[in-house]
């Protein structure tokens, strides 16, 4: 079994910046794919940033240039640095981890507002 947990959401004024980050733990072997995505209020699922593989990225367009999302493999954390935040960006952020299953964390709320 594999438990993801995450840290470091919060509230933060528009413009502020937040760094969100999970550590992924139990029988893990080799990881795929780790990463983030978020569900705004009223809105599906979205990928926000994953590393494919050791070192590839992609990022949601949305975030590109404000966000980065960085990963330390010797100790199955990736983290995810957020800058300029918009009110756009509120919403619940999950951890994501793609081994021979996929696996999720519990969620932490990131609230964009003055």
């Known amino acids: 079994q594999v438990q993801l947990v995450e840290s470091g959401g919060g509230l933060v004024q528009p413009g502020g910046s937040l760094t969100l980050s999970c550590a992924a733990s139990?029988?893990?072997?080799?990881?795929?794919?780790m990463g983030w995505y978020r569900r705004a209020p009223g809105k599906e699922r979205e990928l926000v940033a994953t590393?494919?593989?050791?070192?590839?990225?992609v990022y949601a367009d949305s975030v590109k240039g404000r966000f980065t999302i960085s990963r330390n493999s010797g100790k199955n954390t990736v983290t995810l640095q957020m800058n300029s935040l918009k009110p756009e960006d509120t919403a619940i952020y999950y951890c994501?981890?793609?081994?021979?299953?996929?696996?999720w964390g519990q969620g932490t709320q990131v609230t964009v507002s003055s």
């Open positions: 590393f494919i593989g050791s070192s590839n990225t």
């Open positions: 994501n981890a793609v081994m021979t299953r996929v696996y």
């Open positions: 139990g029988s893990i072997f080799s990881i795929n794919r």
